[in-house]
């Protein structure tokens, strides 16, 4: 079974400038989660879809960040402008199901890390 | 809202000896998880505790929930040099959450041969 799929692996830009981040989630997940992971923390949570709704944007900055997933299937996160305190890991998970315990077990991709100069 | 506290926040040990790490929600947590994180690598899922006083085991790591589902502990035996990464454990809140997470901010171990 192929894992989350997530690209660029690593992004350099300047500050003020835009970038944007995609992922494929496992065939057949329903749900799709978007964290940022900054260096020695744990991830903090963006944005939560289900299939092709959002479920939870609470942490999400919106006035610098958004994220789609058309068709329900994979997604992109942008940030435009980048601040120099959104240098981290942006990690994309997925699971089958946010319903019921045993189906939110997430599956996490490699990442992209974003260096914000 | 829902806040997961980790101790320690590292941990070095030589190969051989035992480690422990904690994990503390602010709520009542419907489930937790654990996951590690490899130097360099992204989160792998370890095991879901969901009932109340529920003890796992994987081969040298314990895992326990407590008894108000507001704590937990990962327990490893016998480090080996293959067990280095960072620990979290991620708090799942149920009823209307969805299947969210809030993590922990993980215990780096390392482990000198």
């Known amino acids: 079974e192929a894992g989350v799929a997530q690209s660029p692996r690593y992004k350099i830009i300047e500050k003020r400038q835009s970038v944007a981040f995609w992922c494929n989630p496992i065939?057949?997940?329903?749900?799709l989660y978007w964290y940022q992971q900054i260096l020695g923390q744990g991830p903090k949570l963006l944005i939560q879809?289900?299939?092709?709704?959002?479920?939870?944007d609470s942490q999400l900055p919106k006035d610098r960040f958004s994220a789609e997933r058309l068709k329900g299937v994979d997604s992109t996160l942008k940030i435009q402008p980048a601040k120099l305190e959104d240098s981290a890991v942006y990690l994309c998970?997925?699971?089958?199901?946010?319903?019921?315990?045993?189906?939110?077990?997430?599956?996490f991709g490699a990442g992209t890390r974003l260096s914000v100069l | 809202g829902q806040q997961v506290m980790q101790i320690p926040q590292y941990q070095h040990v030589q190969e051989g000896e035992d480690f422990t790490t904690y994990c503390n929600s602010s709520t009542t947590l419907s489930n937790i998880q654990w996951y590690k994180q490899r130097p360099g690598g992204h989160p792998v899922f370890l095991i879901q505790?969901?009932?109340?006083?529920e003890v796992k085991k994987q081969k040298r790591l314990t895992f326990q929930f407590g008894e108000a589902k507001k704590n937990s502990s990962l327990h490893i035996t016998a480090t080996q040099t293959t067990d280095v990464g960072t620990y979290f454990c991620?708090?799942?809140?149920?009823?209307?959450?969805?299947?969210?997470?809030?993590f922990g901010q993980g215990t780096i171990l390392t482990v000198h041969p």
């Open positions: 065939s057949g997940h329903a749900t």
């Open positions: 505790l969901v009932k109340s006083g």
């Open positions: 879809f289900q299939n092709n709704g959002v479920v939870d």
């Open positions: 998970a997925s699971s089958t199901s946010p319903q019921g315990f045993s189906k939110n077990i997430q599956y």
């Open positions: 991620a708090g799942g809140a149920g009823g209307t959450s969805y299947g969210k997470l809030t």
